[in-house]
């Protein structure tokens, strides 16, 4: 049966009042981690260039140039703290952004595939990233990285099993309403 | 209707024909330079050594013959119960799957060369995470419509449907009826030609054939091609008398050229429905025959350009889910279109294709004066540059000043022209400069939602949101954060608590 229920605005279930999750605290480490480690390459990379006379650059505007280019390495660690992310009822969230700030939706019964993804550094940290693929895109809709292996795979599992109910239309919404 | 699983069949062997235009329509849109270089030196070839040149032509020949051969006999088919299978590729063997319930868009054509042995060429697009077109070219017209009705059931069958099932199989077995919505006669088409993008492309082509102009008068000696020009020309009032004719004359053709393929295009264009399905029939040389499922189109974009709106008319394009191009004269795109619309008639196909929604009557909220700045600041930086280059006098100074004005008008009369409504579940945005376009679709359409500020939009309170779609995205800019919000909340609801089907 059809029904249509007028909402008011202000029953909607609001992002203002979202619980938000912490992502495992190895997280900054490891993008703190990761940046330094480009830093320091691109360093390397520069200095060898600079001594054969590739760059024209003096010692001295390299070394400006490399510690201006620390500050984007160093702010991913503050900027890798204030990622979040919810799981509601019937949707996923995330939340990031240290001046630009960004909220995400993704509804579960929109997601089409799910995977969960790891890099030799997440590995050595034990966290993966779980990406949600919504139809007609190539990208993934929502990323959340960072999370502690097990728990990333629980969730996956978690909505896989819930967009998995949805493709066989078995499952009714529950009617909150 | 259901044909029992049939072994791998080959197509007719007119797909050769097919192969081999496909092979250099590819040819020519990937690489012309290269194309005209290879025809370039086989002229040269055959001037200095004709024998030579007709031996090589004849073995490249044989060798394009016993490929196109080789790919015929490698294209193989099977018709399944759910599904169609394809193998193809010489070199490289392809083998693919189409469930029928993943088709999204289903397409007979029939170009000259099939149609007179009364065979088809069956398009078929399914969406899985890429969407991807496969063609059939060469099969009996009645199997072609026999598997398009095939497919179309099987996506019917899928569906949670208000009735019963019984119900619903009955109607999968009644005998479809359509009735027309929309015919287009030429003026129509005339009209689409003449306002398709391809005029505005136009300029393009002209600056660039400009520049080929001037870049062979350079090379012959070094001095600058309008020096070389006014050494033909004495008088430089002349210049401008070749020139302008010039530019005209490419606008004319082009122009010209639009009109003729809206017309090879669109001609006899009949848009037909059933219930939740719409049949398209178009095409002066290729007959095609469209078919979409209602439920399949995701968003409707009314397009109007300059000239568009100087007709007072609208562009109509349904899109389906992947990235599918706006359909144009030229043959480009695929989507679902109804070209040059009058308002009675876009009213009529709008409210027909998002029941409920009245067009004339909606009430749109504009969008924050701030979201011009941006753009405000780039022209006023643009102007300040001419001003400066007028006042160390290497430009005439009146024009620059009446110029600004100007500016400040278009871009006053494009912040008029955004603005955003919600009515029932359809969300409408508008925009435009001199035209004005709308963008319908239901909120429970949505795939993904953003809302984000940078930190100066932060400080005002203001945000932008964004609504993606499986046809595209779109963005709702400068939005009062907590209208940005409650919208937010409202969409998600809808999208959650919507068992409309949708993909």
């Known amino acids: 049966m059809f029904t249509n229920h007028t909402v008011l605005p202000e029953e909607l279930p609001s992002i203002s009042e979202v619980p938000w999750q912490k992502l495992d605290p190895r997280y900054p480490r490891m993008v703190l981690l990761h940046g330094l480690g480009f830093w320091l390459a691109a360093g390397a990379v520069g200095l060898a260039l600079t001594l054969n006379a590739i760059l024209p650059l003096t010692l001295t505007g390299l070394a400006v140039l490399w510690s201006l280019l620390l500050i984007p390495s160093l702010m991913s660690w503050p900027a890798a703290r204030v990622k979040r992310y919810a799981i509601r009822e019937h949707d996923v969230l995330f939340h990031e952004g240290l001046l630009w700030k960004s909220t995400t939706v993704v509804p579960r019964n929109r997601i ?66 | 209707m259901t044909t029992e699983a049939s072994d791998w069949q080959r197509v007719s062997p007119l797909f050769t024909i097919h192969h081999l235009l496909g092979f250099l329509r590819e040819l020519a849109n ?63 063997r392809q083998r ?98 003449i306002s398709s993008p391809i005029i505005l492309w136009g300029a393009v082509v002209i600056s660039s054939i400009l520049g080929v102009v001037t870049q062979r008068f350079e090379p012959e000696d070094n001095g600058n091609g309008e020096e070389q020009l006014q050494a033909l020309i004495p008088d430089a009032m002349a210049v401008a008398w070749v020139v302008v004719p010039f530019l005209a004359l490419v606008l004319i053709l082009l122009v010209v050229m639009s009109i003729i393929m809206a ?3 669109y001609h006899g264009y009949r848009l037909e429905h059933d219930e939740d399905r719409y049949r398209l029939h178009s095409g002066l040389l290729t007959r095609r025959e469209q078919m979409v499922r209602h439920h399949k ?58 029941p409920g929604l009245d067009l004339n009557n909606l009430v749109f909220t504009p969008v924050s004066p701030r979201y011009m700045i941006p753009k405000g600041l780039f022209w006023f930086s643009i102007w300040l540059g001419l001003l400066m280059v007028a006042v160390a006098g290497a430009l005439p100074i009146l024009p620059i000043l009446i110029l600004a004005p100007v500016l400040a008008a278009l871009i006053r009369k494009n912040w008029r022209r955004q603005g955003w409504a919600m009515e029932g579940d359809y969300l409408v945005l508008r925009g435009g400069l001199f035209g ?67 993909l």
Request: hydrophobic share 40%; aromatic share 8%; proline share 5%.
């Open chain 2, 297 to 354: 189109i995701q968003h409707l974009h009314l397009a109007q350009n300059m000239v568009a709106r100087f007709f007072r008319r609208r562009h109509l394009n349904c899109y389906q889910i992947g990235s599918m191009g706006a359909d144009l004269p030229d043959g480009s795109g695929n989507s679902l279109v109804a070209p040059a619309l009058t308002m009675a008639e876009q009213h009529a196909m709008v409210s027909r294709l998002c």
């Open chain 2, 96 to 193: 693919l799957t189409l469930q029928f319930e993943r088709i999204q868009n289903i397409r007979i054509e029939r170009p000259p060369y099939l149609r007179i042995f009364g065979l088809a060429r069956l398009s078929i697009e399914s969406a899985g995470s890429v969407s991807q077109e496969v063609h059939l070219p060469g099969i009996p017209e009645a199997m072609a419509e026999n598997l398009r009705d095939q497919a179309l059931a099987a996506g019917q069958f899928q569906e949670p449907s208000e009735q019963g099932d019984a119900e619903a199989e009955a109607e999968t077995a009644r005998t479809p009826h359509y009735t027309t919505l929309l015919t287009r006669r030429p003026r129509d088409i005339i009209i689409y030609g």
């Open chain 2, 436 to 502: 004005c376009h709308y963008t319908l679709f239901s909120g429970f359409r949505g795939q993904k939602l953003r809302l984000y500020q940078s930190p100066l939009q932060r400080r005002v309170g203001l945000g932008n949101l964004v609504i993606r779609l499986s046809s595209g995205g779109f963005i709702i800019p400068y939005i009062p954060y907590e209208q940005g919000q409650q919208l937010l909340d409202r969409l998600v609801h809808d999208m959650e608590h919507s068992k409309a089907p949708w």
């Open chain 1, 112 to 177: 089409q595939h799910i995977e969960t993804e790891n890099g030799p550094l997440e590995r050595w940290y034990g966290l993966v990233t779980l990406k949600c693929y919504g139809a007609g895109g190539h990208q993934a809709d929502l990323v959340i990285p960072g999370l502690e292996q097990h728990l990333g795979q629980r969730l996956r599992q978690y909505l896989l099993n819930e967009a998995e109910d949805e493709e066989d239309r078995t499952a009714e919404l529950p009617d909150d309403n």
């Open chain 2, 263 to 265: 017309l090879v295009r």
């Open chain 2, 30 to 92: 990937t690489n012309p330079g290269a194309l005209a270089g290879m025809a370039a030196g086989g002229y040269a070839f055959v001037s200095r050594a004709p024998v030579l040149a007709g031996m090589a032509a004849v073995l490249l020949a044989l060798l394009g013959i016993g490929l196109l051969i080789a790919a015929w006999m490698r294209f193989r088919y099977r018709v399944q119960a759910d599904a169609i299978q394809l193998q193809q590729g010489v070199f490289t």
